[in-house]
């Protein structure tokens, strides 16, 4: 069984910084992409950021982009987001996602195969 286990979400003022982890088991974790998405109260799934098997390729929604930086580190079958420059309106629970695709994966939830639980991240102002 696939495993995906979310950590690091938390209270942060707006201005913070977060570092989520995501620990993954029973998948060929270095010939997986990973990635991570939000859904915020009343809203649908939307994707923040990928990163390809190697490390070498990500993308990021525009959202994010130069405030998160996704990471991987295959030795430990661990996929990271850093969350700089927190904003009210990334409040949200967060999930990471894998999928046995090559690189190009799509930014639809319905296209990855594997999710963590989520781990709440709220961003006071």
């Known amino acids: 069984q696939v495993q995906l286990v979310e950590s690091g979400g938390g209270l942060v003022q707006a201005g913070g910084s977060l570092r989520l982890s995501c620990a993954a088991s029973?998948?060929?974790?270095?010939?997986?992409?990973m990635g991570w998405f939000r859904q915020a109260p009343g809203s649908e799934r939307e994707f923040v950021a990928v990163?390809?098997?190697?490390?070498?390729?990500?993308r990021y929604a525009d959202s994010v982009k130069g405030r998160f930086t996704i990471s991987r580190d295959n030795a430990k079958n661990q996929a990271y987001l850093q969350m700089n420059s927190l904003k009210p309106e990334d409040t949200a629970v967060y999930y990471c996602?894998?999928?046995?695709?090559?690189?190009?994966?799509?930014?639809?939830?319905?296209?990855?195969?594997?999710w963590g639980q989520g781990t709440q991240v709220t961003v006071s102002s």
């Open positions: 996602a894998a999928a046995a695709r090559r690189w190009p994966i799509s930014s639809r939830p319905s296209d990855w195969h594997y």
């Open positions: 029973g998948l060929t974790f270095s010939n997986s992409c």
């Open positions: 990163i390809s098997w190697s490390g070498v390729s990500t």
